[in-house]
């Protein structure tokens, strides 16, 4: 029996690439689909699996740790308008995607993006760019742009019908938002959000961070992820808003063996402390820790620290406004 063609799409979950797994299968083309997920990756997997189930696909996740970390302390290519390294982020998915497309014995590689919809990106000249240094020149098609790009190895071997592609430009939707309509995709997600590297607070927290740490690890971004920060000194303050994120912080703390403290005879925030830390330190994340506790103002209140040396309990007020503006990231 003749093989049938497969081809592996890479799959973010945005209409996209969900418009592009669709236009393959149209064409009788096998399609399996890839998920990549990162630390600071803010997609919806349900909604992925929720679409493979609808049109009957197979997803392989894929997660990005150590290395995706290289790549965002020192790109290559640099960042777009925030700390988002899309140009070497995306050479790194496609890699990655090239092995697995390798493994599953599929043909070409398949992605959603569409030309000049991101302008650092996805420009013609840096989409040919990224394809050349993923080691795959020639061979990833493009379904909604296709007509307006070089012909992909797949066109020349006729694995798909061109005429059946699309060659749609720009940063507005209406195309994408009426072939939606026609290929019966009902459900899709907005198209802000996806990669916390693009917002601009949580940018100015990862530039503070590798300011003073010069350094990224995975339980690093998790603290950078939840609570309000602040630096003492070579320390980092990270408090608690809310039961879900103080939960998290002790969770955290007791697993890596970090001093945290909380309040005692109110409700209040756990707080973390990372870095060194000395007294006076000590003393001031006691003061913040308090500041936004259900104590009264101008009240001493009891604060349990526990550190690796054991547990203690601190007297404190809570810290003026002025000089919590100082401290705060």
């Known amino acids: 029996m003749e093989k049938k063609t497969k081809a592996l799409v890479l799959l973010s979950g945005g209409l996209d690439s969900m418009l592009a797994a669709k236009l393959i299968m149209e064409q009788n083309i096998q399609v399996e689909a890839v998920h990549f997920l990162n630390p600071f990756s803010t997609d919806d997997e349900e909604h992925v699996n929720d679409f493979c189930r609808e049109i009957g696909i197979k997803v392989h996740r894929v997660y990005l740790e150590e290395d995706f970390l290289k790549v965002v302390i020192n790109p290559r290519y640099g960042y777009g308008s925030q ?20 493994d599953i014995g599929a043909d070409f590689l398949v992605t959603g993006e569409v030309l000049d919809e991101r302008p650092f990106s996805q ?26 790009l070089p012909k992909s190895e797949p066109e020349k071997k006729e694995l798909v019908d061109r005429e059946k592609l699309l060659g749609i430009r720009g940063r507005r939707r209406l195309a994408q938002i009426e072939l939606a309509k026609k290929l019966a995709i009902a459900r899709y997600p907005n198209p802000s959000g996806g990669c916390l590297l693009t917002d601009p607070r949580f940018a100015e927290r990862l530039r503070e961070h590798l300011k003073h740490e010069k350094r990224l690890s995975l339980q690093d971004v998790e603290l950078l992820k939840i609570g309000r920060h602040f630096r003492i000194g070579e320390a980092k303050i990270i408090v608690g808003r809310n039961k879900k994120e103080n939960e998290k912080l002790t969770s955290i703390a007791k697993k890596n063996s970090l001093a945290y403290m909380e309040v005692v005879d109110y409700v209040g925030p756990v707080t973390i402390l990372v870095g060194k830390i000395c007294s006076e330190t000590v003393k001031k994340a006691a003061a913040i820790t308090t500041r936004y506790s259900d104590a009264l103002r101008n009240s001493t209140v009891k604060i349990r620290f526990s550190s690796k040396e054991g547990e203690q309990i601190l007297e404190t007020e809570m810290i003026k406004d002025e000089e919590l503006k100082r401290f705060s990231i």
């Not at 050479?91 to 390798?102: F, G, Q, S």
């Open 83 to 102: 700390m988002n390294p899309c140009i070497d982020c995306r050479i790194l998915l496609l890699k990655k995607a090239k092995k697995l497309a390798e």
């Open 123 to 148: 420009r013609r000249r840096i989409m040919l760019l990224i394809e050349k240094e993923a080691g795959l020149e020639g061979k990833i098609l493009r379904p909604l742009s296709a007509k307006l």
